[in-house]
């Protein structure tokens, strides 16, 4: 994909559903739909630019859904996902959930767990708000 005009950190359809953590189907769809705009390359594969993938994930993930779904937060970051494990002890528990490509483990108050009835397969969001977090490059 090095050729001139090529797009800048361009991702295949499934690389950039594997991101978004959506099936390549749905990014198909979207694509389709004229949502996110993707080129072909070289090989008449469709690619997404990383700038206009980076764009349309801003999009999804603006707090304006969040507020229309009912759910407004000063939080920004969301992960939707499942309860893959709970550990309950005397006054904590750890929660795991996937979200997609990510695991996401908490320690919240067992009396939470227990309120939020959170057990395997339950389905959950891991809310995070934080001063403090680390980038690593891929």
């Known amino acids: 994909m090095g050729h ?6 361009p991702y295949r359809i499934g690389e950039a ?10 990014m198909r769809r979207w694509v389709d739909a ?8 070289e090989h008449g594969h469709r690619i ?5 993938l980076a764009a349309f994930a801003r999009e999804l993930a603006r707090p304006e859904t969040a507020a229309a779904e009912g759910r407004p937060s000063s939080a920004r970051n969301r992960f939707p996902g499942i309860v893959t494990d709970v550990v309950l002890g005397d006054v904590a ?3 795991e959930i996937q979200a997609g490509p990510f695991r996401v483990v908490s320690l919240i108050s067992r009396e939470s767990a227990e309120e939020l009835e959170l057990v395997p397969g339950a389905p959950a969001t891991a809310v995070i708000k934080s001063t403090n977090v680390m980038i690593e490059l891929r």
């Open 4 to 9: 001139p005009g090529a797009p800048a950190n």
């Open 17 to 26: 559903a594997a991101l978004l953590g959506v099936s390549a189907d749905t």
């Open 34 to 41: 004229g949502r996110v705009v993707a080129e072909r390359d």
């Open 48 to 52: 997404i630019a990383g700038a206009r």
């Open 93 to 95: 528990a750890q929660v």
